[in-house]
């Protein structure tokens, strides 16, 4: 029974999806890219169709094609910045949050680029929740951003021997209102959430700073490229 099994073309395409997934995660590194697609095609992994594999093989073949390697480049006088950004389709409750989180020069806080230099933290995550606006899903993602920045401001602390400091980059005008106002009127049962960010920018010493959304690199992390997988 167990050779019939190893022979059946489940466990074939099952063994193959295995492989392919392992060389997009081992060989890709661009976070825009490597994250979501191992997340989403890792939904197919119990029995994945014909369609997938060919899919997951034009996925590897474009990343391969169009993606570059993470650098990190000497820092003398660290801090952290934090991008956090997210999208929401309120047709079908679904949407995805995301953030990255780099260490740069401190002087060089209020500067955007888009390559993937001194690039330490990266998430992409789908949301499947009810959310009232876009607003409550950008505070989603945001909380999400806070949650590792004391353990890079810690390694930073003991490599560097010093305090780095924080921004974090966001680009909804209501949700900067509602930081500021400290107040959650529009959805009073976020207000929880609200105050839990408000505590991590207190604790961690953290300024926030509006930007427009082309300049929102956390952008790329909420949206997914298609490769002809089923929806």
């Known amino acids: 029974m167990f050779a019939l099994f190893e022979c059946s073309p489940v466990c074939d395409r099952s063994r193959s999806f295995y492989s392919f997934t392992l060389t997009l995660y081992r060989d890709l590194s661009k976070p825009s890219y490597n994250l979501s697609i191992f997340s989403h095609f890792s939904q197919y992994s119990t029995k994945p169709s014909p369609t997938v594999l060919r899919s997951l093989k034009r996925a590897i073949q474009y990343c ?40 740069v020069e401190e002087d060089e806080l209020m500067h955007d680029s888009k390559n993937d230099m001194n690039l330490v933290d990266w998430k992409s995550k789908k949301q499947k929740e009810k959310f009232v606006s876009t607003t409550s899903i950008e505070m989603r993602a945001l ?63 953290a300024a926030v700073h509006l930007v427009p959304t082309e300049r929102m690199i956390a952008d790329r992390m909420t949206k997914f490229k298609h490769f002809g997988t089923p929806s």
């Not at 980059?169 to 959650?184: M, T």
């Open 143 to 205: 909380r999400d951003a806070l949650k590792n920045a004391p353990f890079i401001s810690t390694v930073i602390k003991r490599l560097w021997k010093t305090t780095p400091k924080i921004s974090i980059a966001i680009d909804n005008e209501p949700l900067r209102h509602q930081l500021v106002s400290k107040r959650c009127n529009a959805e009073p049962k976020r207000q929880g959430e609200l105050e839990y960010i408000l505590q991590e920018i207190d604790d961690q010493n």
């Open 64 to 103: 391969k094609e169009n993606c570059s390697s993470i650098q990190f480049k000497a820092v003398k006088n660290p801090a952290i910045k934090i991008y956090s950004d997210a999208a929401y389709n309120s047709a079908q409750y679904s949407g995805r949050t995301g953030y990255e989180v780099r260490i």
